[in-house]
């Protein structure tokens, strides 16, 4: 104690003085006491930050020192990013307005006219988020439906999903809306190093076409192209029967899903349905 006590006097006529250092472990010591320390933080260019002021607990290890040291120096600062570069992704213009805060347009999608607006899909990947505190505000979610102005695809009741791996989904737990402005607001701090966020879960066009690839191994299932959408994609037919009867005196059943483009709930009821017939 008596040496402790010469340091700490030593620490206090040197304060000011000298370079700034974490300091006030004995690893010789068995007592425990209280003692101030000071980290100087550099970043990876060298900058010096302002020294930080720690109040820590003297044990018989310097160990927890040298963790206080690693985990301040450690914070990941590089700045988030956003990702639009994979399939089905929508985003439009993104506005930074804090150091973690942003404020997201949603593109939205229109007719072959160029009308009836709707933003019910927005699909986008942000990066570098891990153990961050995050805000996206959405906004620009008023379109319009049968050529009448007004139309909004959030409410209050409505809530964007997030996935780890853009392949499993569920809901934000919370989610702010602001109805005077239309807006949605959504606070998170993920475990993860990514997350995606969207309308619904996204079910793409290489989802269906993969399903289509294991029903055409199928015999008592047949694919066959029946026209072509506004941009020119084929719309499939599946017809699932015993090809071995012939067709008169047999009930039909019709099931039509995605009809609407950013309905992709439909398309999972309709691949849970061709998977349980087949």
Not at 23 to 31: I, T
Not at 230 to 238: C, I, K, T
Request: charge should be neutral.
């Amino acid at each position: 104690r008596q040496e402790r006590g010469r340091e700490n006097e030593q620490h206090q006529k040197n304060s000011g003085e000298h370079e700034p250092s974490l300091s006030g472990s004995n690893p010789q010591s068995n007592s425990v006491g209280n003692s101030r320390g000071i980290i100087a933080l550099l970043t990876a260019d060298g900058s010096r930050h302002n020294p930080v002021m720690l109040q820590h607990t003297l044990f018989r290890s310097a160990g927890l020192s040298a963790f206080l040291v690693a985990t301040a120096c450690a914070q990941d600062t590089s700045p988030i990013t956003f990702g639009k570069n994979f399939e089905g992704s929508s985003l439009g213009k993104i506005e930074k307005t804090g150091e973690t805060e942003f404020r997201c347009t949603v593109e939205g999608q229109h007719d072959e006219r160029g009308r009836n607006r709707q933003a019910t899909w927005y699909f986008f990947r942000l990066d570098r988020v891990k153990d961050r505190r995050v805000k996206v505000t959405l906004t620009d979610l008023v379109g319009e439906y049968n050529d009448k102005p007004g139309a909004c695809a959030m409410s209050a009741d409505i809530i964007p999903v997030f996935s780890h791996d853009g392949k499993h989904w569920e809901h934000f737990p919370q989610m702010a809306w602001d109805d005077r402005t239309k807006e949605a607001t959504l606070e998170f701090q993920s475990r993860h190093d990514s997350i995606w966020i969207a309308h619904v879960p996204p079910y793409t066009t290489q989802d269906l076409r993969r399903l289509l690839e294991e029903l055409g191994r199928l015999p008592t299932a047949r694919m066959e192209v029946i026209g072509k959408t506004v941009q020119g994609r084929d719309l499939q037919l599946v017809t699932v029967t015993n090809f071995d009867l012939p067709d008169e005196n047999k009930k039909s059943v019709w099931l039509q899903g995605r009809q609407h483009a950013w309905e992709s709930g439909t398309s999972y009821v309709l691949e849970g349905a061709l998977r349980f017939i087949t």
